[in-house]
């Protein structure tokens, strides 16, 4: 079977001929891959550098759908989201055509799925519900700002925080991020500025997925008493606040913490239906497993919008 295996910690991984997984071990099942996500987290266990730190040589891949061929009488043939488990952090992960995952790591996906946005949607869509019904509390009537709003997480966070009765403001860095932001934002913003977000109003909840001196730069639009939701960092991971202007402005700094934060089966069920039918909408790549070393680049240079995927 073909596998992506990675040999030298910091480089991209080489595709391979490789032996199948041995017959599942007890709480064990072979998963037969269709589509795997390509993810940050992927990028980050593969530095070397993270907590998870598996042994070389290693698959990569943190999350996949497939079916069910060996194991559990229970589960052969049902179509399942692979994540979690250990899967792609401290074992062989998704990037391959077949992979032995624990049975806690599996979710019923329905048929109808898209493989390739079942791949790749748990992490996305679950962020963004926990950022907007969790941990942000968004309420109808409230404003709310919304960072990297073209992105995977930010765009779900658009639509769900206007689900919720929110006026969404949709803040990007270029024009050509503005036009893939859907029309459930009220407004689009280019690069703005505190003063352009505040002139229709003061913020009473933002969303930011961008992170480093995003959350300081727009304090100064914010009502006081408003939250500040922190999700992201990929524009940096400092956060650099002058404490009297926070205390004065009386924002709430609520980090997102998606490992210890359980997220309901139905919440993800409803979610993905809504999906599937096309309630909720997000960008996903696809490319062919045999360009995986392209997907890799493409996710290391943050090319893309939404999420990346690679069809078996």
Known sequence: MLAARLHTWNTTPDLEETAPPGPPRE???????EAAAVTHLDLTVMTGTFTHRPALPFTPGTAGVGTVVEGDAALLGRRVLV????????????WSER??????????????ADAALAATCYSPMTTAWAAVKAVGR??????????????????????????????VVAA?????????????????????????IAID????????????????????????GGRAVLIGYVAGTTLRVDLPTLMSRDVALLPMNMVRRAVPAEVFDRLLRDLTEGRLTLRTTVLPFA??????????????????AVLM
């Open 291 to 308: 360009r995986i070393a392209e997907a890799v680049e493409t996710r290391r240079k943050g090319g893309g919008r939404g999420t990346l």
């Open 201 to 224: 109003g003061e913020v009473d909840v933002l969303l930011d997925t961008v992170g480093g001196d995003t959350v300081p730069g727009f304090l100064s639009a914010m009502r006081p």
């Open 83 to 94: 994540r979690g488990g250990g899967v792609g952090l401290e074992r062989d992960g998704t």
């Open 99 to 112: 992979v032995a995952v624990p049975v806690g790591a599996t979710r019923a996906v329905p048929q109808e």
């Open 138 to 167: 968004i309420a109808k009537g409230e404003r709310v700002l919304v960072t990297g709003a073209a992105g995977a997480v930010g765009s779900l966070c658009v639509q769900l925080a206007a689900r919720a009765g929110a006026y």
């Open 27 to 33: 709480g064990e099942v072979t998963v037969e891959v």
């Open 172 to 196: 990007v860095r270029d024009e050509g991020a503005a036009g893939a932001v859907l029309d459930t934002a009220h407004e689009v913003l280019v690069r703005p500025a505190a003063e352009d």
